[in-house]
């Protein structure tokens, strides 16, 4: 059976509608969560995993992907994450990982830099996009949940650069069969109803606006980020026929 390994980074970031699609697909997927409970950490396996399993998936969370003092699991995460590159397996990383994907691909990742972003974001697929395996199945223009306050900067000289949003130049990028992401496909208008309004207003949005944004485009986001799903679940199922 194929099989997916998933990498849970905060206990608030969780897989959501991409279980629902590789599930759909009849895709084993493994989870493991990388935070405790009380401050703790949980065991996430390293690079001697790559061979277990025919693609890898890294979720989100508040951290940087160097952060191994505070989230020591990342260490074996990144290792395993080259690992992959290495054996060309199918890899989505999700906003921390996709910061991920780009920090051990020599590529910069900053802490609190740029504009906030948070809520129904439009992103602009860019040409690199089109003939992508993964992202050329995406609307040219559509809109995907963000939540983020460090971005990635810079990305190493072979990736390419996919999608951007106007106050964020790289959304996603590709690096081999290695996709990330800084927007958030897995979430939802549901998603936004969760988020606290006191720390949104410390940035600067209101919890009420972005509910009434992410609802007004959640058909078309909804559609694309299964187009997405799906994709990247061919690119997984490919690899283990």
């Not at 950490?41 to 160097?66: Q, S």
Request: charged share 25%; aromatic share 6%; net charge negative.
């Amino acid at each position: 059976m194929t099989r997916v390994l998933m990498i849970v980074n905060d206990i608030d970031s969780q897989p959501r509608r991409l279980l629902t699609r590789l599930i759909a697909h009849h895709i084993d997927v493994d989870i493991r969560i990388g935070p405790g409970r009380d401050g703790t950490w949980n065991a996430v396996p390293g690079p001697e995993a790559v061979d277990a399993y025919d693609g890898f998936v890294y979720l989100g969370g508040g951290l940087m992907p160097d952060e191994t003092d505070r989230a020591p699991w990342l260490k074996n995460e990144a290792a395993l994450a080259q690992a992959a590159l290495d054996a060309d397996k199918p890899q989505l990383g999700i906003c921390l990982g996709g910061q991920l994907l780009a920090h051990i691909t020599g590529g910069e990742v900053r802490a609190q830099t740029g504009a906030p972003e948070k809520g129904a974001t439009a992103i602009t697929m860019l040409p690199a996009a089109v003939e992508d395996p993964v992202f050329g199945q995406v609307s040219r223009r559509t809109h995907f949940i963000e939540s983020h306050v460090d971005r990635i900067t810079a990305l190493p000289p072979e990736a390419t650069l996919l999608a951007s949003s106007e106050l964020c130049e790289i959304q996603a990028f590709r690096v081999g069969r290695s996709w990330g992401m800084q927007f958030h496909p897995e979430a939802s208008a549901e998603s936004v109803r969760g988020w606290e309004a006191d720390k949104l207003a410390a940035l600067g949005f209101d919890k009420d606006t972005l509910v009434a944004e992410a609802d007004a485009v959640e058909a078309t986001s909804a559609r694309d980020a299964q187009a997405l799903f799906d994709a990247f679940a061919q690119e997984v199922i490919g690899t283990g026929s």
